[in-house]
C-alpha cells in the first residue's frame, strides 16, 4: 500500500493505537502518537492530530486528556466491555463442554481483541484450555448455524444423530436414518447445547444435543407442532427434562435436610414451596420426570432426603437402590 494511501488511514490508525495502548494509568503522548503515525507510513502534523482527536470524539470513543502541557497524553477512558465482563465471557469459553478445545482457543483470541494490550495479557494469565472435557465434534458451531436458521425461515431441520463407542467412534442411531425435526428453540445446560424440536414421527417436543447432531440441513418443509409449544411452558420444559432427563412426569413429594435449602432451590425452581417441618428439615412438593438419573439426585444427599409420595415412585426408587446395591453383593 502507497504512503498516500495510508495518509487517508490516518484516523483509523489512532484510534487502533488509542483503543490498544492506552488507558488512565497510561495516556499516549502526541510524540508516542505521531511516532506511531510514522511506523505505518503516515506523515502528519500536531493540528492535524488534535483534529483527528476530536473527529473520534464526535463519533463516539471516549477519548480524555490527561495532564498538562508537555507531559500531556491521551487515553480512552471506557471500552465498549470492562475487563471483568471480558474475563467473564473468556470462562464461560473455556468452561464449555460443547465447544472443542481448538474452537475456544479460536474465540479467546477474539475475545482478546476486545480489550486493549494490557488487558489481554491479563485474561491470557487465565486462560486453562488443556485437558478440559470438550466435545470432539468440530462442526458444532454449523450445526447452530443451521438451527438459528431452520428457526428464523420457519423450515424443518433432517440430521442424523450418533453416539459414541467404547473405541471413541461414531455410532449412528436408527442405522444412520435421518431424524426430521421442526426447530424451536437452543437451550444450553449442564455445558451441552440442545435442540427443543417437534418430532413428527412420535407428535412430540423432544430435545436432542446439537454436537451430536450431523449432516445437518433444513428441508422445504414448514414446521409443525406450533401448537404445542404454544401449549408448552418452555420454562418449565427444560427444568424437568434436563434437570432430571427424561422420563414419566409425577408430582412428587420430598422431603430434605434444612442445610439443603439452596441445593433444591438450584435444582426445582425458586418458586417451589419449602415447607418446614420442625424437625431440621423441610418438604417440598415438584412435578419432576422420575427416571435414574432423578433417583441419582436424590440419593446424592444419601440420608438427608428422602421420596414421600406418591407410594409408587417411592416403591421404584426402593427397586432401584437394590438393583444398584446387587452389583456390590
Known amino acids: 500500500m502507497s504512503k498516500s494511501k495510508n495518509q487517508k488511514l490516518k484516523v483509523l490508525y489512532l484510534m487502533d493505537y488509542l483503543l490498544q495502548n492506552t488507558d488512565a494509568e497510561h495516556p ?13 507510513g503516515v506523515s502528519a502534523e500536531r493540528k492535524s492530530v488534535y483534529d483527528d482527536i476530536e473527529a473520534l470524539r464526535l463519533y463516539g470513543l471516549d477519548v480524555e486528556r490527561a495532564g498538562q502541557g508537555s507531559r500531556s497524553g491521551y487515553y480512552v477512558a471506557s471500552h465498549d466491555f470492562e475487563l471483568a465482563e471480558l474475563k467473564l465471557l473468556v470462562d464461560s469459553v473455556q468452561s464449555s463442554k460443547f465447544i472443542t478445545e481448538r474452537k475456544t482457543r479460536a474465540l479467546i483470541k477474539k475475545i482478546e ?84 424440536g417437534y418430532d413428527d414421527r412420535h407428535a412430540e417436543i423432544r430435545h436432542y444435543r446439537v454436537d451430536r447432531m ?16 404454544r401449549a408448552a411452558d418452555m420454562a418449565l420444559y427444560t427444568r424437568k427434562v434436563f434437570g432430571m432427563f427424561s422420563g414419566r412426569e409425577e408430582h412428587v413429594r420430598l422431603r430434605f435436610a434444612e442445610r439443603l435449602a439452596g441445593a433444591v432451590l438450584d ?22 420426570a422420575v427416571s435414574p438419573q432423578f433417583f441419582a439426585w436424590v440419593t446424592g444427599f444419601g440420608d438427608e432426603a428422602q421420596i414421600l409420595a406418591p407410594p409408587r415412585v417411592v416403591e421404584e426408587f426402593r427397586a432401584h437402590i437394590r438393583k444398584v446395591a446387587a452389583q456390590y453383593e
Not at 450431523?214 to 409449544?229: L, Q
Not at 415447607?275 to 418438604?283: C, E, L, N, R, V
Open 28 to 40: 499516549a503522548s502526541l510524540k508516542e502518537l505521531l511516532a506511531y503515525l510514522a511506523e505505518q
Open 113 to 196: 481483541k476486545l480489550a486493549g494490550r494490557r488487558d489481554a495479557r491479563s485474561l491470557q494469565r487465565q486462560v486453562f484450555v488443556s485437558n478440559r472435557i470438550k466435545t470432539m465434534n468440530e462442526s458444532i458451531y454449523y450445526n447452530v448455524d443451521a438451527v438459528h436458521a431452520g428457526i428464523t425461515e420457519n423450515r424443518k431441520l433432517r440430521f442424523r444423530y450418533f453416539e459414541y463407542t467404547v473405541a471413541k467412534k461414531r455410532r449412528f442411531r436408527r442405522a444412520g436414518e435421518y431424524y426430521l425435526v421442526s426447530p424451536y428453540a437452543l437451550t444450553w445446560d449442564n455445558e451441552n447445547y440442545y435442540l427443543i
Open 214 to 229: 450431523s449432516d445437518i440441513a433444513a428441508v422445504n418443509e414448514p414446521r409443525t407442532g406450533a401448537e404445542a409449544f
Open 267 to 288: 435444582r426445582l425452581g425458586r418458586e417451589v414451596l419449602l415447607i418446614p417441618d420442625g424437625a431440621g428439615g423441610f418438604t417440598v412438593g415438584a412435578d419432576v
